[in-house]
């Protein structure tokens, strides 16, 4: 797993590239501290990248979710190829986040 954060358009970006199982998820969840140090007003998740989600994976993205809720930043995610989207339909996560088809998208509806 590789995460990339940046900037853009007064938003955080946070990319997730390759898997986010039950070994690269508390990696996922450890950067949450830096990434709240100061809490961004907008974080989105792209996970235009990601091959492969497991539950561990639906958990730590559920706990980023909470956090942004917490810190009263809005939150969504964008960019979900076709395994992805399953995962996240099946789990039923397709109704409890804002989800965009593309990172262009996010951006223009945040």
């Known amino acids: 797993m590789r995460i990339a954060v940046r900037?853009?358009?007064g938003r955080t970006v946070v990319s997730v590239s390759g898997r986010l199982d039950s070994v690269s998820s508390a990696e996922f969840i450890n950067q949450f501290d830096m990434w709240f140090s100061a809490p961004p007003?907008?974080?989105i998740l792209d996970?235009?990248?990601l091959e492969?989600?497991?539950s561990a994976g639906l958990r730590a993205i559920q706990i980023l979710a909470r956090r942004c809720k917490e810190s009263k930043s809005g939150f969504c995610l964008c960019g979900l190829g076709a395994f992805v989207?399953?995962?996240i339909a099946l789990s039923g996560f397709d109704r409890a986040f804002t989800i965009h088809a593309?990172?262009?998208d996010a951006l223009a509806a945040e």
């Open 41 to 43: 007003s907008r974080l």
């Open 7 to 9: 900037a853009e358009s």
């Open 85 to 87: 989207q399953n995962v």
């Open 52 to 54: 492969y989600v497991s």
């Open 102 to 104: 593309t990172l262009a």
């Open 47 to 49: 996970l235009t990248d």
